[in-house]
């Protein structure tokens, strides 16, 4: 039995959490063989566009290390974000609309988490069969492509530089199979819905990316990601070590605020009145999860998912 299958015999279930009207918190969205996955591709962006310390406008460096996937305009710190990848992955789009759909699919709420969702309190519907969560060969002919697809696998498009042709595991499927949008209109009820829901889960769809590496000394200090014409929700994934993470308010840096603890493959959404909330993350928990993943000395990957209209946020 692997560390990680004997860490899972130990760890305690954590259910859905909605922190605000708009933000939810999923914990295991992503099993195993997903964050995996991730990793990998992570790592072929990387060689394509290395990571940058940011600078920001006041002539500070941020202490995270950073990579824009997606966006076609300036980033807002300029040069000294370094290269970007101009092609955001289908497969990773269609990732992002599912997170949406699935954080704000009707009746999930805290109490109402459990079982109905699958093993893992929180975990995407339908993750595939095993074989398919297994299934880590990358075709290298179109008809293998097209036969992966078929069976749910998501693929970069061909050509796309850096990104590789694979198809993706069926885990890392689009919406396929996920709640149709017009139940989104059953979750009056449920606290994390707002004025217009319906809408945003029917449109959402990313345009960019923004990946941060995390090593153990790493922070983000609180901000807002107000810097994207589209007021779409921000999708958050976690990889590797544990993080705390903070979500505050609307109005200001400080309190009141809810800490909150992101573990490897946990998903985070906040849109609707939340889109606006000031977060950071103080700190990383090294030794938590990053060795499990291959990450060799640890640390904490973060792939945000947002809908800019163009334009890259933070």
Same mark, same amino acid.
């Given at each position: ?7 899972e015999?130990?760890?305690v279930?954590?259910?859905? +959490?909605?922190l ?8 295991n969205?992503l099993?195993h063989?997903?964050?995996q ?7 072929e962006?990387?060689r394509?566009a290395?990571m ?5 406008p006041?002539?500070?460096?941020m202490?995270?290390q950073?990579v824009m996937?997606g966006?076609?305009?300036?980033y +807002?710190y300029?040069?000294?974000?370094g290269?970007?990848l101009?092609e955001l992955?289908?497969?990773l789009?269609a990732?992002?609309?599912r ?5 704000y699919a009707p009746?999930?709420?805290?109490d109402?988490a ?7 309190s929180?975990?995407?519907a ?6 398919e969560?297994?299934?880590t060969?990358r075709?290298e002919?179109?008809?293998?492509q097209?036969a992966?697809?078929?069976?749910g696998?998501?693929?970069v498009p061909?050509?796309a530089a850096?990104?590789g ?7 890392l499927?689009g919406p ?6 017009d139940r989104?209109?059953e ?6 819905a707002?004025d ?5 889960v029917r449109?959402?769809?990313p ?6 590496f995390?090593?153990?000394?790493a ?6 990601d107000?810097?994207?014409f589209?007021a779409a929700?921000?999708v958050?994934l976690s990889?590797?070590?544990t993080?705390?993470f903070r979500?505050?308010n609307t ?10 603890e992101?573990?490897s493959?946990d998903?985070?959404?906040f849109?609707?009145p ?7 993350v103080?700190r990383v928990?090294?030794?938590t999860g990053?060795?499990q ?6 640390g +904490?990957?973060?792939i945000?998912l947002?809908?800019?209209g163009g334009?890259?946020g933070r």
């Amino acid at each position: 039995m692997s560390d990680y299958e004997v860490a899972e015999l130990f760890t305690v279930p954590r259910s859905r +959490r909605v922190l605000a009207p708009g933000a939810v918190h999923l914990p295991n969205w992503l099993d195993h063989g997903q964050q995996q996955e991730l990793v990998t591709v992570c790592r072929e962006w990387v060689r394509a566009a290395p990571m940058k310390h940011q600078v920001m406008p006041g002539g500070g460096r941020m202490s995270v290390q950073s990579v824009m996937l997606g966006t076609r305009e300036p980033y +807002r710190y300029g040069a000294a974000a370094g290269p970007r990848l101009p092609e955001l992955p289908e497969w990773l789009m269609a990732l992002g609309t599912r997170a949406v759909a699935e954080a704000y699919a009707p009746g999930t709420d805290d109490d109402a988490a459990g079982p109905g969702r699958g093993a893992r309190s929180g975990g995407p519907a339908d993750p595939g069969t095993a074989a398919e969560r297994g299934a880590t060969a990358r075709p290298e002919t179109p008809a293998a492509q097209d036969a992966a697809a078929q069976q749910g696998g998501l693929r970069v498009p061909n050509g796309a530089a850096g990104q590789g042709t694979a198809a993706r595991p069926g885990g890392l499927r689009g919406p396929n199979g996920t709640a149709p949008v017009d139940r989104v209109a059953e979750s009056t009820p449920d606290p994390v819905a707002f004025d217009g829901i319906e809408r945003v889960v029917r449109e959402h769809r990313p345009d960019s990316a923004l990946v941060n590496f995390y090593d153990d000394d790493a922070h983000m200090g609180m901000h807002q990601d107000k810097d994207e014409f589209s007021a779409a929700p921000i999708v958050s994934l976690s990889l590797g070590d544990t993080c705390v993470f903070r979500f505050g308010n609307t109005e200001t840096r400080t309190a009141p605020y809810q800490d909150v603890e992101l573990r490897s493959g946990d998903l985070f959404v906040f849109g609707g009145p939340s889109r606006y909330a000031f977060h950071g993350v103080p700190r990383v928990l090294p030794g938590t999860g990053g060795r499990q993943l291959g990450l060799k000395n640890g640390g +904490r990957l973060n792939i945000t998912l947002r809908m800019t209209g163009g334009r890259g946020g933070r």
